[in-house]
T-cell receptor
Framework: QKEVEQDPGPLSVPEGAIVSLNCTYSNSAFQYFMWYRQYSRKGPELLMYTYSSGNKEDGRFTAQVDKSSKYISLFIRDSQPSDSATYLCAMEYTGANSKLTFGKGITLSVRP | DAGITQSPRHKVTETGTPVTLRCHQTENHRYMYWYRQDPGHGLRLIHYSYGVKDTDKGEVSDGYSVSRSKTEDFLLTLESATSSQTSVYFC??????????FGPGTRLTVL
């Protein structure tokens, strides 16, 4: 079993839809959880960073962590065509310099 | 791109030739990483550095070496390039908070 599993998609939604992106993981030692957004032919950019369980909101984006279920989610409200990108989840043990473990990413397309 | 540049941005080379990719940062971050990204595999760590002259292997380090003689520069060398090393290579930096920031990438094609 892979340490981090992410639905490969792709996912296509109409503009204005609520999008839910998810990752599951197997190692309960992960404590720091991130979402990266990657536009085509660009480097990944850090979108959300959360520690332990709970929710974090930033504009139209909400990151949710459920450590008991080993499940993290990224919600995008009122999705826009500019949200069309690949989204990667990432996890880390210590919050210091340990290595990130990435999901493989899901490609989202928001149709005008 | 958080003060990270990569050079070259594109390179086409032939099997068996040596190739060096450069990552340069202006953030004075201690930690630097090299990843490759391939369809179906996602991002995979090649090597990383936790300080000048301090480096360690990642999950796909075979065929690659790195060097870091200055805080701002992290070099990735393919000693003898193979077609399986055709990929997009990303450098990342971190201040030790766990957050990593990525460069724009280098697209390498080995013929």
């Amino acid at each position: 079993q892979k340490e981090v599993e992410q639905d490969p998609g792709p996912l296509s939604v109409p503009e204005g839809a609520i999008v839910s992106l998810n990752c599951t993981y197997s190692n309960s030692a992960f404590q720091y959880f991130m979402w990266y957004r990657q536009y085509s032919r660009k480097g990944p950019e850090l979108l959300m960073y959360t520690y332990s369980s709970g929710n974090k909101e930033d504009g139209r984006f909400t990151a949710q962590v459920d450590k008991s279920s080993k499940y993290i989610s990224l919600f995008i409200r009122d999705s826009q065509p500019s949200d069309s990108a690949t989204y990667l989840c990432a996890m880390e043990y210590t919050g210091a310099n340990s290595k990130l473990t990435f999901g493989k990413g899901i490609t989202l397309s928001v149709r005008p | 791109d958080a003060g990270i540049t990569q050079s070259p941005r594109h390179k086409v080379t032939e099997t068996g030739t040596p190739v060096t990719l450069r990552c340069h940062q202006t953030e004075n971050h201690r930690y630097m990483y090299w990843y490759r990204q391939d369809p179906g595999h996602g991002l995979r760590l090649i090597h990383y550095s936790y300080g000048v002259k301090d480096t360690d292997k990642g999950e796909v380090s075979d065929g690659y070496s790195v060097s870091r003689s200055k805080t701002e520069d992290f070099l990735l060398t393919l000693e003898s390039a193979t077609s399986s090393q055709t990929s997009v290579y990303f450098c990342a930096i971190s201040d030790g908070s766990g957050r990593q920031y990525f460069g724009p990438g280098t697209r390498l094609t080995v013929l």
